[in-house]
T-cell receptor
Framework: DAGVIQSPRHEVTEMGQEVTLRCKPISGHNSLFWYRQTMMRGLELLIYFNNNVPIDDSGMPEDRFSAKMPNASFSTLKIQPSEPRDSAVYFC???????????????FGDGTRLSIL | EDQVTQSPEALRLQEGESSSLNCSYTVSGLRGLFWYRQDPGKGPEFLFT???AGEEKEKERLKATLTKKESFLHITAPKPEDSATYLCAVWGSSASKIIFGSGTRLSIRP
């Protein structure tokens, strides 16, 4: 079975450029999460979608970050403009949730390692 | 404010040497405590969910336990393939989202 697929695996770009990270959740899953992982702050939840609708975006650090889920099989996380402090590994996860999505096992992709120069 | 603290930060064991990892939490109204395993260059992999004090769950050489203030991940007779970072996370009724600890980096020497 295909797991959560993220692209690209690595991204290196210069400060000020727009960055788009992509995620394909596991087929049939109805909840999708975007996380950021750094050495300093660990794994942080950025945003959570349920049935393609953003439910909790309280973790999105600032207006430079935006996320969309146009359909059940695709989501994007965009940073515009990017800054060096955005360098991190960004993970996407999905789960099948009937109600309380946080209580369900989350299936993570292998992440996008983002470096902003 | 909900908090999760994991200890130790790193642990090196000899193959077969059993030990425990600790996850201390402060949360109002625990809805769930979760353990994940993360290998280098990979995303976290789900291990266990615990809901109430006294609950225990096992999987191969791993056993997770829960009290009102902390959770332990016991590893019995570990093998080198158990080497990974183990993450603990909590979801409480006062928080709108899941919160992860900083992890314990476990290394098992053959």
């Amino acid at each position: 079975d295909a797991g959560v697929i993220q692209s690209p695996r690595h991204e290196v770009t210069e400060m000020g450029q727009e960055v788009t990270l992509r995620c394909k959740p596991i087929s049939g899953h109805n909840s999708l999460f975007w996380y950021r992982q750094t050495m300093m702050r660990g794994l942080e939840l950025l945003i959570y979608f349920n049935n393609n609708v953003p439910i909790d975006d309280s973790g999105m650090p600032e207006d430079r970050f935006s996320a969309k889920m146009p359909n059940a099989s695709f989501s994007t996380l965009k940073i515009q403009p990017s800054e060096p402090r955005d360098s991190a590994v960004y993970f996407c996860a999905s789960t099948l949730a009937g109600g309380q999505a946080y209580n369900q096992p989350q299936h993570f992709g292998d992440g996008t390692r983002l470096s902003i120069l | 404010e909900d908090q999760v603290t994991q200890s130790p930060e790193a642990l090196r064991l000899q193959e077969g040497e059993s030990s425990s990892l600790n996850c201390s939490y402060t949360v109002s109204g625990l809805r769930g405590l979760f353990w994940y395993r993360q290998d280098p260059g990979k995303g976290p992999e789900f291990l266990f969910t615990l809901y109430s004090a006294g609950e225990e769950k096992e999987k191969e050489r791993l056993k997770a336990t829960l009290t009102k203030k902390e959770s332990f991940l016991h590893i019995t007779a570990p093998k080198p393939e158990d080497s990974a970072t183990y993450l603990c996370a909590v979801w409480g009724s006062s928080a709108s989202k899941i919160i992860f600890g900083s992890g314990t980096r476990l290394s098992i020497r053959p």
